[in-house]
């Protein structure tokens, strides 16, 4: 995208917008969800969710495929409506927020980023500064949009073509979009799930430095040895409701864990860092006829 498509689509924000973010400490909520309850063509898929997303916090979902993590983030964003319940950004009910209010205060990072223009890799971080123009904010653009693609490790990939980047490089690039904006609440869905394991822990040192910044960052997460080795709060989610949440020691048990995703988990703690490594518990295959002559 040019520069000039990029101003026209900030003209599109709401002139009244003007309540910006306010610095809250550590611990105050950033999100709060009561109640909540989504349906999807008929189907409840989500019930009685609630849940707090606090300021200087990694927040983990996980829990089974198809038990609601994605929709609870899509629920969050403002992108689901709900059909009971409610969800509060900072203190207020989600719907009083201007579309560009809500986008200085979360931004998301959904499991899919495709792009059917060749945007350049820095015209795509560089969207992400699009709900500050016209703000006093918008004077650090460039050094916003340097500072994102250098912690993702995209630097060298600026002027190359979006869609010709591999998976985990098209992700990075995708989230440091997100980083950009600089919304006070990180919603990341699977952000490690396309990325080796450099890349991995890449991704969740920057959740960690974005938390003790002061952000709130909700992170969807299926290995669940990075949510108990990164998460402050861990909530565990199955059938479309919440089983447990709390710190990653309380949450994440074999006894729970193995019930939950109907295979036995064991949890043992790291011989040097006593972090959880949770695997599942699986038996020594026999490979004594490799490499036999028939």
């Excluded at 931004?107 to 223009?117: D, K």
């Excluded at 990341?188 to 080796?196: C, F, I």
Aim: aromatic letters at 4%; hydrophobic letters at 45%.
């Amino acid at each position: 995208m040019s520069r000039l498509a990029i101003g026209r689509l900030r003209t599109l924000r709401p002139f009244a917008a003007t309540r910006t973010p306010q610095p809250v400490p550590a611990g105050h909520p950033r999100v709060r969800v009561v109640g909540l309850r989504v349906e999807r063509a008929g189907r409840v898929v989500l019930d009685q969710i609630d849940l707090r997303v606090r300021a200087g916090e990694v927040h983990a979902l996980v829990g089974p495929n198809g038990a609601g993590k994605s929709t609870l983030l899509a629920a969050i964003s403002g992108d689901l409506p709900a059909a009971a319940g409610r969800v509060e950004v900072d203190g207020l009910p989600q719907q009083s927020w201007s579309p560009v209010e809500l986008a200085w205060r979360r931004a998301v990072l959904t499991q899919r980023n495709t792009l059917s223009f060749p945007f350049t890799v820095d015209e795509v971080v560089r969207m992400g500064r699009a709900p500050w123009a016209g703000r006093p904010e918008q004077e650090h653009d460039d050094a916003v949009v340097t500072d994102a693609l250098q912690r993702c490790d995209i630097a060298r990939f600026a002027a190359r073509p979006y869609p010709a980047l591999s998976g985990g490089e098209q992700a990075r690039a995708a989230l440091a979009r997100v980083l950009a904006q600089r919304a006070t609440t990180l919603l990341l869905d699977e952000p490690t799930a396309a990325l080796d394991l450099r890349h991995q822990e890449l991704v969740m040192r920057i959740a960690r430095q974005r938390a003790r910044a002061g952000d709130a960052v909700v992170i969807v997460l299926h290995d669940l040895a990075l949510a108990g080795a990164y998460a402050d709060t861990v909530t565990l989610i199955a059938d479309g409701r919440v089983r447990a949440a709390g710190p990653p020691d309380v949450v994440l048990t074999a006894p729970l864990l193995s019930e939950v995703y109907r295979h036995d988990i064991e949890v043992v703690p790291h011989p040097r860092t006593e972090l959880p490594l949770i695997v599942p518990n699986r038996s020594r295959p026999d490979r004594s006829h490799v490499g036999k002559e028939k």
